[in-house]
T-cell receptor, first 114, second 110 residues
């Protein structure tokens, strides 16, 4: 089955600083990759997705991610953090073996300090 | 507005009781999914259904059951056989490559 690994369960940045959340995937075929954001006691909201069209993917709220096959990575970035970015972020891969269900990483909690 | 509705948002049950979580969608999606979320463990797949009257077990199906009698509905029953049912449960449906999530149900078993 395809899987993803998120490096760092907690990341802290200052407001205005660069946000970098790391995700590496394990797949023998070109994967469909996703980043989701979750606010406390809420469902998940799609930030962006990679479906083999362009390697640099732009999403909502100023986030973007770059698919790097040589590094099997799909890291999420934002040039300047805002207080409202504090949330839980999940990287996920679509698994064709289970009806294209999503296999999620364990999540990264982003803290933004003033 | 189209979307996925999970109800209730909070649910409390006594140990040993079965409980059913509701998931309804009006997006006309064929595929639907149930996930369980625990702190620090991400989301894990319980069951999924790709078409009406058909469903498959996910990674952690033990102690759970589902039905898919209508396209719009995919209820999840947490049975007394589930050893640790307290968790946040999320339902999703899929169109193409994109999944859409409900707001979740937080189940607490006391």
């Amino acid at each position: 089955a395809q899987s993803v690994t998120q490096l760092g369960s907690h990341v802290s940045v200052s407001e205005g600083a660069l946000v970098l959340l790391r995700c590496n995937y394990s797949s023998s075929v070109p994967p469909y990759l996703f980043w989701y954001v979750q606010y406390p006691n809420q469902g998940l909201q799609l930030l962006l997705k990679y479906t083999s069209a362009a390697t640099l993917v732009k999403g909502i709220n100023g986030f973007e991610a770059e698919f790097k096959k040589s590094e099997t990575s799909f890291h999420l970035t934002k040039p300047s953090a805002h207080m409202s970015d504090a949330a839980e972020y999940f990287c996920a891969v679509s698994d064709s073996d289970s009806g294209y269900a999503l296999n999620f990483g364990k999540g990264t909690s982003l803290l933004v300090t003033p | 507005d189209g979307g996925i509705t999970q109800s209730p948002k909070y649910l409390f049950r006594k140990e040993g009781q079965n409980v059913t979580l509701s998931c309804e969608q009006n997006l006309n999606h064929d595929a639907m999914y149930w996930y369980r979320q625990d702190p620090g463990q991400g989301l894990r797949l319980i069951y999924y259904s790709q078409i009406v009257n058909d469903f498959q077990k996910g990674d952690i199906a033990e102690g759970y059951s589902v039905s898919r009698e209508k396209k719009e509905s995919f209820p999840l029953t947490v049975t007394s056989a589930q050893k640790n049912p307290t968790a946040f449960y999320l339902c999703a449906s899929r169109r193409g490559t994109e999944a859409f999530f409900g707001q979740g149900t937080r189940l607490t078993v006391v």
